[in-house]
């Protein structure tokens, strides 16, 4: 299998979603939402989850849905958790390029107003701040190309992947 795909990780709120199915349609590729395949399996929301059996169910459960992938020409958009899964993120890399969008704490916190009801895989006690900091070394790590978001619309981050993915 070629490494054709292109995976999408970053903060929730960060447009992983959005942009990915912009993408798959400028690319001509097909897009799988993880957070939206494992509600569909799971046939409960991912606050449901977190809510009845816990943050690390749900980080369990989405490692258990992203080594499951066997794809190609696809645009993955990943839980913001993924990359706490070590065996999640090498069999991601296994499948294509991986695409951090950064997006900075300011901008996340105007985007996120349903933080406590969004379903994210984080301790009952931190804050999204701490969330943030906690996080975005994974994201550094893991990546393969950084996409800095801030004062981009959602046309030109695509146009910026593509470029960077010819």
Sequence with gaps: MTASNFILIGMPGSGKSTIGV???KKSSRDFIDIDVLIQSHEHR???DIVDNDGYMTLRDIEE???????????????GGSV?????SMNHLASLGS??????????????????????????????????FEERSELYRRYSQ??????DLNQEVICAEILSRMA
Excluded: H, M
């Design 98 to 131: 991986i695409i951090f969008l950064d997006v900075d704490l300011a901008n996340l916190e105007k985007r996120i107003t349903d933080y406590d009801q969004r379903g994210i895989a984080r301790r009952p006690d931190q804050s999204f701040s701490e969330l």
């Design 45 to 47: 929301s991912l606050q």
């Design 22 to 24: 912009i993408l798959a």
């Design 83 to 87: 990359v706490y899964s070590e065996r």
């Design 64 to 78: 258990k849905w992203v080594l499951t992938l066997d794809c190609e020409n696809t645009v993955i958009a990943t």
């Design 145 to 150: 190309i950084t996409i800095a978001c801030d």
